[in-house]
T-cell receptor, first 111, second 112 residues
Framework: GQNIDQPTEMTATEGAIVQINCTYQ??????LFWYQQHAGEAPTFLSY????GLEEKGRFSSFLSRSKGYSYLLLKELQMKDSASYLC????????????FGTGTKLQVIP | ETGVTQSPTHLIKTRGQQVTLRCSSQ?????VSWYQQALGQGPQFIFQ???????GRGNFPPRFSGLQFPNYSSELNVNALELDDSALYLC???????????FGPGTRLTVL
């Protein structure tokens, strides 16, 4: 089975930088997603990491270490609209691409 | 917007009834996955369809079933509804590999 851990809640100040961590234990690991989900809405794709290292996409960056079973999502220049849940999800193979989600980190951005 | 659509948006059913939820995948995507998301939780994988065949299943009972059609749209059917089935049901389409997986807006199901 899989075990995905991420903090339940975080609070950060507008304009600041926040790092949301995710650790996972899984067999047949293929890659790791980060999704953003505003309350009552569907998850929105942010990134998909397969290889070790940092991938930057505008204000958002995602890092993966396969050997450590660890990833983080870095949000820079925080804006109020970044208040949302951030979901870490792991994909594994085995004939089909199963995606397993963590419970999400609820980020609150305050003025 | 992702191009993935779902219907209906909201639905209220009573315990014991049956429900069918629908999903139209993004153009060019041949794989559809269904998820159940309870309040405050991450989405839970129900099953995946690839080219009209079930291609993987999570820990859901057989009363959760599905179909995928030749145009790659999909249905999720739930029989004998239980109160705990109340959740947001999400479908996501992809081109085989999940790095292109995009979610639809979801169907909010309430079972009374």
């Amino acid at each position: 089975g899989q075990n995905i851990d991420q903090p339940t809640e975080m609070t950060a100040t507008e304009g600041a930088i926040v790092q949301i961590n995710c650790t996972y234990q899984t067999s047949g690991f293929n890659g790791l997603f980060w999704y953003q989900q505003h309350a009552g809405e569907a998850p929105t794709f942010l990134s998909y990491n397969v290889l070790d290292g940092l991938e930057e996409k505008g204000r958002f960056s995602s890092f993966l270490s396969r050997s450590k079973g660890y990833s983080y999502l870095l949000l820079k220049e925080l804006q109020m609209k970044d208040s949302a849940s951030y979901l870490c999800a792991v994909t594994e193979g085995g004939g089909y691409q199963k995606v397993t989600f963590g419970t999400g980190t609820k980020l609150q951005v305050i003025p | 917007e992702t191009g993935v659509t779902q219907s209906p948006t909201h639905l209220i059913k009573t315990r014991g009834q049956q429900v069918t939820l629908r999903c139209s995948s993004q153009s060019g995507h041949n794989t559809v996955s269904w998820y159940q998301q309870a309040l405050g939780q991450g989405p839970q994988f129900i099953f995946q369809y690839y080219r009209e065949e079930e291609n993987g299943r999570g820990n859901f009972p057989p009363r959760f079933s599905g179909l995928q059609f030749p145009n790659y749209s999909s249905e999720l059917n739930v029989n004998a509804l239980e109160l705990d089935d109340s959740a947001l049901y999400l479908c996501a389409s992809s081109w085989r590999e999940p790095d292109t997986q995009y979610f639809g807006p979801g169907t909010r199901l309430t079972v009374l």
